[in-house]
Nanobody, 120 residues
Framework: VQLQASGGGLVQAGDSLTLSCAVSGRTFSSYAWFRQAPGKERSCVAAITRSGSLIYSADSVKGRFTMSRDNVKNTVYLQMNTLKPDDTAVYYC????????????????WGQGTEVTVSS
């Protein structure tokens, strides 16, 4: 299993950015995006099921971030709108054999991370 994340970059506050994560090897029950800012713990941003139903969305991103999955490409996306400096972090995609997973300990495979920096 390999997860290849991409799409990070340097943007200004208010901008939009879309992260992608191509998953090879098989399909999973749960897919998620996590993020980790300097000096902080890794936390779940959003998680969805294999079919794309929402499992979890962090309060801090509700209304701004949308997670989705392309079943044919086995790729998950994180559409991020109205970005804020507090969104600055390394973003990781992850997959889980478990249904309805959104805790980091429940995820079995992780991507390498893609850095997002939002300037004010």
């Amino acid at each position: 299993v390999q997860l290849q994340a991409s799409g990070g970059g340097l943007v200004q506050a208010g901008d939009s950015l879309t992260l992608s994560c191509a998953v090879s090897g098989r399909t999973f029950s749960s897919y998620a995006w996590f993020r980790q800012a300097p000096g902080k713990e890794r936390s779940c941003v959003a998680a969805i099921t294999r079919s794309g139903s929402l499992i979890y969305s962090a309060d801090s991103v509700k209304g701004r971030f949308t997670m989705s999955r392309d079943n044919v490409k086995n790729t998950v996306y994180l559409q991020m709108n109205t970005l804020k400096p507090d969104d600055t972090a390394v973003y990781y995609c992850a997959v889980s054999y478990s249904a309805s997973a959104y805790a980091a300990a429940d995820f079995n495979f992780w991507g390498q991370g893609t850095e997002v920096t939002v300037s004010s």
